[in-house]
């Protein structure tokens, strides 16, 4: 592979780290401001601005790979341009980058029919509304997605929804106007992979009730937030299933691969800022006589930290390559490789500088007690380490079969 970046994607870079100097960085005390003052659902006014202009200067909508209604980049071309954008939380959805509506906007480009499109993937597309995907539940070990338990049952002209989902980003903000449901459309069928479909549902149906949001390790993540979430009888048109019955593993495939990349590059994005946190800070502190820069271990923790992310933003960049070239099926044991060792890397990197801070460390101050949430978390959203783990060694066993 290439590992120069084409002179489109340096101007583009150019042109993000710009607009983050210039608007992100500076706006993040306001951001925490706007949220933690009155109804912390309510949209922030801040983010609105900076969508208003990261379109002016053509900076949306930077996703969709060999898509005419992207910005026609392809996955290794993206892939720098959102390790910037992962260096503030509030970064990614001024460009109207930000997860789950990449996933869903990639998901009803691929798999959606026109009128679907024009529906949803329009005004989604715009800025003008949100989503939230629904496939992890309560009740089941959800790490095996064969144990959805939520049905999506025909009944004449409609389908019936009925389960209980959680952890479903975007659920709790009101600019949230469609679901992508994951669930059974034939419960008894020997296949355990052709059991279920996605249905997109729209979250004003009867029957759809956001229970309650979800705190990840004391953060509620507002305004968007992760909510539990019942399907009570809810009624949709069949037209509103995607791509057919029994396609949902399908569809997950497609979904979670693009997904995995942007989260990785994201995660690389978070730990170069947190790297570059504990250098001024060791840089200005001084314990026992001299500047703790100058103390062995904190020079070992530096080169480490920059070892891994080198390491970590290589295995990205080698499966949107391969993504890119051969196709998911084939990338898939790099796909599944970086979401075990980018994780990984961020939680270890976080920590080392969480421990140059101290105790401010653990503080909202420096943004790296929420870090090393996210940090833990990605061990687990989208599958968790064991299951990728499983993949990568089946997947290396072949080789001697």
Same mark, same amino acid.
């Given at each position: ?17 710009? =607009? ?16 933690? !003052? ?9 983010? /609105? ?5 990261a379109?002016? /200067?053509?900076?949306? @909508? ?9 910005? &026609?980049?392809s ?26 509506? !990449?996933? @869903?906007?990639? !998901? ?18 715009? +800025? ?13 070990a959800?790490?095996?997605?064969? @144990?959805i338990?939520? !049905? ?9 929804? @009925? ?23 034939d ?25 309650r ?12 937030g ?22 949902? =593993? ?27 946190? *504990? ?9 026992? +006589? ?5 103390? %062995? ?25 391969? *993504?890119?070239?051969v196709?998911?099926k ?13 994780? +990984? ?8 500088a ?6 401010? &460390?653990?503080?909202?101050?420096? %943004? ?12 687990? =959203? ?20």
């Open positions: 592979m290439e590992f120069a970046y084409s002179d489109k994607v340096r101007a583009l870079q150019d042109k993000l780290n710009d =607009f983050m100097e210039r608007h992100v960085y500076p706006n993040e005390a306001r951001h925490e401001r706007e949220v933690g !003052t009155g109804d912390r659902w309510q949209p922030s006014a801040l983010i /609105e601005e900076l969508k208003a202009k379109k002016l /200067e053509g900076l949306w @909508n930077l996703f969709l790979p060999h898509s005419p209604r992207g910005a &026609g980049l996955n290794l071309e993206y892939a720098p341009l959102c390790e910037i954008m992962g260096r503030s939380p509030m970064a990614p959805e001024a460009f109207n980058c930000s997860a789950p509506d !990449t996933g @869903n906007m990639e !998901t009803i480009e691929l798999y959606g029919s026109d009128e679907q499109k024009e529906r949803w993937l329009k005004p989604l597309l715009a +800025g003008e509304i949100r989503s939230c995907f629904a496939m992890t539940e309560p009740a089941v959800s790490s095996d997605a064969t @144990n338990e939520c !049905t999506i049952l025909r009944d004449g002209d409609r389908y019936v929804v @009925n389960g209980r989902k959680w952890w479903t980003t975007g659920a709790p903000d009101p600019r949230c106007k469609i679901a992508i449901v994951m669930g059974k459309t419960p008894q069928s020997a296949d355990r992979y052709r059991q279920q479909s996605m249905v997109l549902v729209p979250m004003d149906t009867a029957g759809v009730k956001v229970l949001p979800l705190s990840v390790f004391g953060y509620d993540d507002a305004p968007v992760h909510a539990e979430v019942l399907f009570d009888n809810v009624r949709v048109p069949r037209s509103n299933i995607l791509l057919g019955e029994g396609r949902g =593993f399908e569809i997950a495939q497609g979904r979670l691969g693009p997904g995995r990349i942007h989260h990785c590059m994201r995660a690389i994005g978070l730990a170069e800022r947190s790297l570059e946190d *504990m250098c001024k800070r060791v840089k200005g502190r001084t314990a026992f +006589g001299k500047p703790l820069a100058e103390q %062995g271990v904190t020079l070992e923790r530096i080169a480490e930290a920059r070892i891994m992310i080198e390491q970590a933003r290589l295995l990205v960049l080698k499966a949107a390559y391969m *993504m890119d070239t196709g998911n084939m990338a898939r044991a790099e796909i599944a490789m970086i979401k075990v060792a980018v994780p +990984g890397m961020l939680t270890r990197v976080v920590d080392m969480i421990q140059a801070h101290g105790g401010a &460390g653990f503080s909202a101050d420096f %943004g790296l007690a929420k870090a090393y949430a996210t940090a833990r978390a990605m061990r687990v =959203f989208d599958g968790p380490d064991e299951v990728h783990r499983d993949q990568i060694g089946r997947l290396e066993l072949r080789k001697y079969n």
